[in-house]
């Protein structure tokens, strides 16, 4: 028997596939928002075994209001993924700051037509936390009480790419609880805010050049593309998708979870760290990865805080060399795959 109906929008993501299937896992049937019938019949294929507890909706765009009024019906969970995750970007607002902000406001007006609706939780992002212009920042604890101050003003105009992504979730997660402080709603919400996410990615995908933002740092350091030297670590903290998703399942069925906003680092790393995994573990890679001397002598100094998850939760962390050895095995076979 179902253990209820989740709405996971962005199934088709790297961690809307990975969050739709922890909860599939945990016993529950799962609604995915899709952009299109193809890309929601593409990615039951790849699971053909939850075939039969898997539902779809269309939303082809999440910033456009009343995208979400059809999809939140009979719903008893909804696990809000989609939102962008790019650098890529010619307009602030339109590829970054609305769709994020728009399209949690969006989901959050459609909740009234789900009575059915007990718990939401919002992936929001450690970029939620931190501040752009000062981060790391020395001697500083991330806490899941800590908030990165950047505005929509100055988000909508800024040159920086990664401060326009950092804005647009912590503009969204405000959005969230705000709303639930201003209309207290039947329903009770929660937030997790996980930094880099890695960790094997099971989502459909034409192309490697395809892959989601985060899966390309690693893909980078294992194709080649740095053999010559590897990039500054820019964001030295990670989290496994699969603590991710689980924390999702977690967060909507765990009482102390109501209201909580959980930060959900797994470790702290470096790109040379991720490189000598990924040599020890695929040493018939070690042509494409840059030489790395001694990871080990590479220091830390983010510090932070996420043992709320743990305890409220019951996250415990997958190290690092697992989540780099799984992800690198995947994307190995994503590599055959596509020559075929
Ligand atoms: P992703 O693979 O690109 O997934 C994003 C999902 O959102 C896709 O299903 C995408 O659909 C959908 N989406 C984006 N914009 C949309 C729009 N305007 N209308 C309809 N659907 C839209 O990225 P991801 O890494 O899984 O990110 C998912 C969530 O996790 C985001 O909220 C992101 O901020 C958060 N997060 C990610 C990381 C990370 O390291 N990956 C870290 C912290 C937080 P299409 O693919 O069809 O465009």
Redesign the pocket.
Do not use: C, L, M
């Given at each position: 028997m179902s253990k209820g109906l989740v709405l996971v929008t962005?199934?088709?993501?790297?961690?809307?596939t990975a969050v739709a299937l922890a909860y599939f896992e945990a016993g529950y049937t799962v609604r995915g928002t899709c952009?299109s019938q193809s890309?929601a019949e593409e990615w039951i294929s790849l699971f053909p075994q939850y075939k039969s507890k898997f539902e779809y909706a269309i939303?082809?765009?999440?910033?456009v209001p009343g995208c979400f009024d059809e999809a939140v019906k009979g719903v008893e969970i909804i696990a809000h993924?989609?939102?962008?995750?790019t650098y890529d970007i010619k307009d602030n607002e339109k590829d970054l700051l609305l769709?994020a902000i728009a399209?949690t406001h969006n989901l959050l007006s459609a909740t009234s037509l789900s009575p059915t609706l007990k718990r939401i939780v919002l992936?929001s992002?450690?970029?939620s936390v931190f501040d752009f212009a000062t981060f790391p920042a020395m001697g500083k604890t991330y806490t899941d009480d800590v908030w990165n101050p950047a505005t929509y003003e100055e988000a909508k105009t800024h040159a920086h790419p990664g401060y326009v992504y950092c804005a647009s979730?912590v503009l969204a997660e405000r959005t969230f609880w705000e709303w639930i402080e201003r209309e207290r709603p039947g329903w009770e919400g929660s937030v997790v805010c996980?930094?880099?996410?890695y960790g094997p990615p099971r989502?459909p995908l034409s192309s490697l050049s395809s892959l989601?933002?985060?899966t390309k740092d690693v893909w980078n350091i294992m194709s080649g593309a740095y053999k010559e030297g590897l990039p500054p670590t820019a964001m030295p903290a990670f989290v496994d998708v699969r603590d991710v998703a689980l924390a999702h399942v977690r967060a909507t069925e765990r009482e102390e979870a109501k209201g909580q906003r959980y930060l959900l680092i797994g470790g702290v790393y470096t790109n040379e760290e991720i490189a000598s995994i990924i040599a020890q573990s695929h040493p018939e890679l070690n042509d494409r990865l840059p030489k790395v001397d001694d990871a080990s002598k590479v220091n830390h100094d983010l510090l932070y805080d996420s043992s709320k998850a743990q305890e409220q939760l019951g996250i415990q962390f997958i190290p690092l060399e697992k989540c780099i050895r799984d992800t690198a095995d995947r994307l190995v076979q994503i590599e055959k795959d596509l020559k075929h």
């Open positions: 962005g199934v088709t993501g790297f961690v809307g952009r890309k939303v082809e765009d999440i910033a993924t989609a939102s962008p995750f769709p399209g992936t992002s450690f970029a979730k996980p930094p880099n996410i989502q989601n933002t985060s």
